[in-house]
Nanobody
Framework: VQLVESGGGLVQAGGSLRLSCAVSGIPFDNCAIAWFRQAPGKEREGVSALVNSDGDTVTSDSIKDRFVISSDNAQNIVYLQMKNLKPEDTAIYYC?????????????????WGRGTQVTVDS
């Protein structure tokens, strides 16, 4: 199983980025995928999650008006579209996957993890 994140980078406050997570080795249309992030000196937190079999999603209340999760089943990619970025969004963003079809931000519920992509928002 491989999860490979991309799309991170340096952006000015108020800007946008789209992160991608390419997934291989598990049945993409029958799994749950989540985005987590870890800011410097802070614990990792759940950002947004998707159950691909039914399209259900959940996004953290603190960012749900700015971040949107989606998937492309033809390419086995999950996206995180981020807009109106703020300096406090600076973090390493990870995608994680499980074949358990539960919508969750519980880290222990995810069996597979990517290495992360750095997002830096400059004020």
């Amino acid at each position: 199983v491989q999860l490979v994140e991309s799309g991170g980078g340096l952006v000015q406050a108020g800007g946008s980025l789209r992160l991608s997570c390419a997934v291989s080795g598990i049945p993409f249309d029958n799994c749950a995928i989540a985005w987590f992030r870890q800011a410097p000196g802070k614990e990792r937190e759940g950002v947004s999650a998707l159950v691909n079999s039914d399209g259900d999603t959940v996004t953290s209340d603190s960012i749900k008006d700015r971040f949107v999760i989606s998937s492309d089943n033809a390419q086995n990619i999950v996206y995180l579209q981020m807009k109106n970025l703020k300096p406090e969004d600076t973090a390493i963003y990870y995608c994680a996957a499980t074949e358990d079809l539960l919508l969750s931000f519980k880290e222990s519920g995810y069996d597979y993890w990517g290495r992360g992509t750095q997002v830096t928002v400059d004020s």
